[in-house]
T-cell receptor
Framework: EAGVVQSPRYKIIEKKQPVAFWCNPI?????LYWYRQNLGQGPELLIR????????DSQLPKDRFSAERLKGVDSTLKIQPAELGDSAVYLC????????????FGQGTRLTVV | QQQVKQSPQSLIVQKGGISIINCAYE??????FPWYQQFPGKGPALLIA?????SEKKEGRFTISFNKSAKQFSLHIMDSQPGDSATYFC????????????FGAGTRLAVHP
């Protein structure tokens, strides 16, 4: 089966500009996660979706970050406006949605804010 | 309470040697402890995982040792190979699932031929 697909792979933007990341999860996976991985660190959860519903967005900086998962499949993560500290790899992952199932990660989008 | 502390930051091992990476946690509510392997430019991939009801789990050359009383767990890679060179992350979650994985900071392993 195809894995989690993310685009773009790389993005360089100037600070204060908007940016959006796209994720297509594995077919049939109801749970979708967005993680942020800073250089030299482990991933940190930003938001988790169960189908269309955001069930855990406690660590999403809501003043500048937004996410959506229309129709419970693809998802978009947006930052507006971007700050220098947002430079990181943004990882999308998906799982079947039941407890104890493995989360599969995409390759990530490397964002550089200059 | 939510932190998972991982050591060492980096590790160099000769081919055929044993690689050992350690993690410690504080939150006793954690009940699932996976290890992830990440190659450059790739997303993390699940390597092996353990639950607190067992003290050891082995899959091929990879073994997790778990010490519930000490709140520590470790990854052992036997007969380390150059292809094992990657960054390894320990993680922990509550309620047995992947709902909210708390990751350690990672260990960069280099296996020299």
């Amino acid at each position: 089966e195809a894995g989690v697909v993310q685009s773009p792979r790389y993005k360089i933007i100037e600070k204060k500009q908007p940016v959006a990341f796209w994720c297509n999860p594995i077919s049939g996976h109801n749970t979708l996660y967005w993680y942020r991985q800073n250089l030299g660190q482990g991933p940190e959860l930003l938001i988790r979706y169960e189908n269309e519903e955001a069930v855990d967005d406690s660590q999403l900086p809501k003043d500048r970050f937004s996410a959506e998962r229309l129709k419970g499949v693809d998802s978009t993560l947006k930052i507006q406006p971007a700050e220098l500290g947002d430079s990181a790899v943004y990882l999308c992952a998906s799982s079947r949605g039941q407890a104890n199932t493995e989360a599969f990660f995409g390759q990530g989008t490397r964002l550089t804010v200059v | 309470q939510q932190q998972v502390k991982q050591s060492p930051q980096s590790l160099i091992v000769q081919k055929g040697g044993i690689s050992i990476i350690n993690c410690a946690y504080e939150n006793t509510a954690f009940d699932y402890f996976p290890w992830y392997q990440q190659f450059p430019g790739k997303g993390p991939a699940l390597l092996i995982a353990i639950r607190p009801d067992v003290s050891e789990k082995k899959e091929g050359r990879f073994t997790i040792s778990f010490n519930k009383s000490a709140k520590q767990f470790s990854l052992h890679i036997m007969d380390s190979q150059p292809g094992d060179s990657a960054t390894y992350f320990c993680a922990a979650s509550m309620q047995g699932g992947y709902n909210k994985l708390i990751f350690g900071a990672g260990t960069r392993l280099a296996v020299h031929p």
